[in-house]
């Protein structure tokens, strides 16, 4: 068996798509279009180039882009000050703190500080909460294009038996719950799983988001089964620097039904699901129906 190669590239790009002409509406028929701020503290160069793409992007797709940089230094207090104002700007639809902060900087308290309606990373406790129990809320993009992609794979995913490789706030424990909301059976497991292998065996749906690379082998996978590809690790082979994922790739796609790649795979779904994550709070504050096709 063969997998069938998911592309996140493609799909991503039909989503944002899908954003752009709901945006162009909303700006015909109500003159308003969502606004996107994103904060960055410090000078981490990864960071830059993803504050960079997400710029480009929601540009890109009609809504406005407003960009703070701000040094390194920067206090918390100067940083809360900021979310406040943002919180009252009434142009700013999605507020975005990129992490990770420098250490100085608490994350948590930073991150609660944005109005739950306006965080569109989906990472406020009160959206963890609302998520958890089933309830309308913003939910964290990466665990959003996953399911987004389940469900264009498979259709319904009612019944079906899921395991998440992965206890992450930012991506296990949401996705966890995503796919109980869509009826599956779910089990979240880490590297510490007794007899990790026999638990990931038995899904017809594994998303791998451990955070090690290659972790997930092939004899792991029941055959047929979808691999949701998570990670992102950077390693170096044959004296070259690569990107692979949490599962081996060549192994897992000669047993699996579908796969995500990696690079092209799940990454490029995340800022396409924070533009229409961007929309959907613009919607909801609004009161206007949201979009079909790009919520939870």
Request: contains cysteine.
């Amino acid at each position: 068996m063969t997998a069938q190669i998911i592309d996140g590239k493609a799909f991503a790009a039909t989503v944002r798509a899908k954003v752009a002409a709901h945006v162009a509406r909303l700006k015909e028929e109500f003159g308003e279009h969502p606004g996107l701020a994103v904060v960055i503290v410090g000078e981490d160069p990864a960071s830059h180039v993803y504050v960079r793409s997400k710029a480009k992007q929601t540009i890109e797709v009609g809504m406005n882009s407003y960009e703070h940089k701000l040094p390194a230094d920067t206090s918390e207090a100067e940083l809360l000050a900021l979310i406040a104002k943002l919180n009252a700007d009434t142009s700013v639809h999605g507020i975005l703190v990129q992490l990770p902060l420098p250490k100085h900087l608490d994350s948590d308290l930073v991150i609660n500080s944005i109005d739950p309606a306006k965080d569109v990373d989906g990472f406020h406790i009160s959206n963890v909460g609302l998520l958890g129990t089933g309830q309308k809320s913003m939910v964290p993009c990466t665990p959003l294009g996953c399911l987004m992609m389940l469900r264009d794979y498979h259709g319904d995913l009612s019944g079906m038996n899921a395991v998440v490789v992965g206890r992450s706030n930012i991506v296990g424990k949401p996705m966890a719950n995503l796919l109980l909301g869509d009826s599956c059976t779910v089990t979240i497991a880490h590297s510490r799983t007794k007899d990790l292998p026999s638990v990931v065996r038995q899904a017809d749906i594994v998303v791998a988001a451990v955070g090690r690379p290659e972790m997930v082998k092939g004899d792991w996978i029941k055959p047929g089964a979808t691999v949701i590809d998570v990670g992102i690790n950077r390693i170096e082979r044959d004296g070259k620097g690569i990107l692979v994922g949490d599962a081996d790739f060549d192994s897992c796609a000669a047993v699996a039904g579908a796969i995500t790649p990696v690079p092209g795979g799940v990454g490029p779904m995340t800022i396409a699901c924070l533009l229409a994550n961007t929309l959907t709070a613009f919607c909801r504050a609004k009161d206007l129906p949201e979009p079909q096709g790009l919520t939870a």
